[in-house]
């Protein structure tokens, strides 16, 4: 059966990134539908949810998608 990721695992891969790059130039992506060879949309998301969880809310709403709506410009689309 599926088995959900253990977010501890994951914690020095993220406490990682943070530190190289920091939250404003971070963006969460999913990697669907390849992601789905692995598991499964909402576990991802819950556990990315889970690990993200000590970071200041402003944060977690950039990697989550502000930093992409930023740089990919989508403010500016009508």
Request: proline letters at 9%; charged letters at 25%; one cysteine or more.
């Amino acid at each position: 059966g599926e088995r959900a990721a253990d977010p501890r695992s994951l914690l020095p891969w993220m406490r990682h990134l943070l530190e190289c790059f920091g939250p404003a130039r971070l963006m969460w992506g999913s990697d669907w539908p390849v992601l789905e060879l692995a598991g499964r949309y909402g576990p991802w998301w819950a556990l990315c949810q889970e690990l993200t969880a000590p970071l200041a809310p402003a944060e977690r709403a950039a990697i989550f998608g502000g930093n992409a709506r930023d740089f990919y410009r989508l403010d500016t689309l009508e």
